[in-house]
């Protein structure tokens, strides 16, 4: 069975950079067919899609996002990340990794809260 966590700091101060990882277990992020992905809900809002990673390593964004974020991945360590410059409050939201198989987001992680403060 396929579980994500994420880790990283609950709390970033402003024009600083965020890295959050999702250590992968029970499958390898290298399996053909997947792609591990990023997603954020700000306090109140939906849920908006942050980008991902591939299985082959290729990654996508979401054009609002992607001039500040920059996704990589640790196949040693089966463990995706995030980084994502300048905070600003507007980034205050719960970050989940999840993965993506036939077009869904099958499995997900709990989520971690990152609140963008002085």
């Known amino acids: 069975q396929v579980q994500l966590q994420e880790s990283g700091p609950g709390l970033v101060k402003p024009s600083q950079t965020l890295s959050l990882f999702c250590t992968v277990s029970?499958?390898?992020?290298?399996?053909?067919?997947?792609?591990w992905n990023w997603i954020r809900q700000p306090p109140g809002k939906g849920l908006e899609w942050i980008g991902g990673?591939?299985?082959?390593?290729?990654?996508g964004y979401n054009p609002s996002l992607k001039s500040r974020t920059s996704i990589s991945r640790d196949t040693t360590r089966n463990q995706f990340s995030l980084q994502l410059t300048p905070m600003t409050s507007a980034d205050t939201a719960v970050y989940y990794c999840?993965?993506?198989?036939?077009?869904?987001?099958?499995?997900w992680g709990q989520g971690t809260l990152v609140t963008v403060s002085p």
């Open positions: 999840a993965r993506a198989s036939g077009g869904s987001l099958d499995v």
């Open positions: 029970g499958g390898s992020i290298t399996t053909a067919d997947y792609a």
């Open positions: 990673i591939d299985d082959n390593g290729n990654t």
